[in-house]
């Protein structure tokens, strides 16, 4: 038998184990949001495409309410009802979310910093092994102008499973417009990273968000 066919028969189940999985996202939302005094309600739809941005992934409305506990620290609670695409049923999987945490921001002359913690779980199938995380992401937004605002930020998760281990890690960079005093746009680019997981996975995310004050 041929040498390099052995040697790709021996390496086979190591070469398949450590497949890596690349796909090209678009996500696509629009929100709507309420100041009460110290409170911030928020409320959203997004939809979300896959397989080279050819095929609806899911789609999800969001509401949460942030509160003003004192100057540059607030606090947060979310709930979302998605719909999963499941692949093997051709049908859609109902989901439900929650996450709490905390957030701290801070503004340097014309940078805005910001650091976010929480925990979030979901619904999940028994062998997802616990669908419980915590997520930390840092951001830090320039004002180039009166109504462009780029920014870059950095994520991680965190999963409680029997491993316990950091398993996603999102890098994002992009730029918010502000089309008058009460709405504006967001484009951004994320990468992210699964690993730690049965299915490794690179993901290129290409956004667009549009916001309202009421």
Known sequence: MNKK??????????????????D??????????????KFEFSF???????ENASHVDKFFSEIGAQYKVIKGV???????????NDYE????????????????????????????????????????NNPTFSRNKLAIKYKLKKNIIP????EFYYQFNDEKVINRTRISLGSSYKINDNSAV???????????????????????????DL
């Open 186 to 212: 967001k484009l951004f680019y994320m990468y992210e990273n699964k690993f730690n997981t049965r299915n490794l996975k690179h993901n290129h995310v290409y956004g667009v968000s549009y916001s309202i």
């Open 24 to 37: 090209a996202k678009v996500w696509a939302g629009v929100s709507v949001n309420k100041k009460i005094k």
């Open 5 to 22: 066919l052995i040697i790709i028969l021996l390496l086979f189940p190591f070469l398949t184990k450590a497949q890596v999985v690349s």
């Open 44 to 50: 959203s739809e997004e939809l979300r495409m896959d």
């Open 89 to 128: 049923t051709r049908n859609y999987d109902m989901k439900h979310r929650i996450d709490i945490g905390v957030t701290y921001k801070h503004k340097l002359n014309d940078f805005r910093f910001s650091f976010r913690t929480k925990v979030q779980t979901k619904s999940a199938l028994p062998e997802d």
């Open 151 to 154: 920014f870059v930020a950095y």
């Open 74 to 84: 607030y606090v947060a609670l979310n709930y979302r009802y998605s719909r999963d």
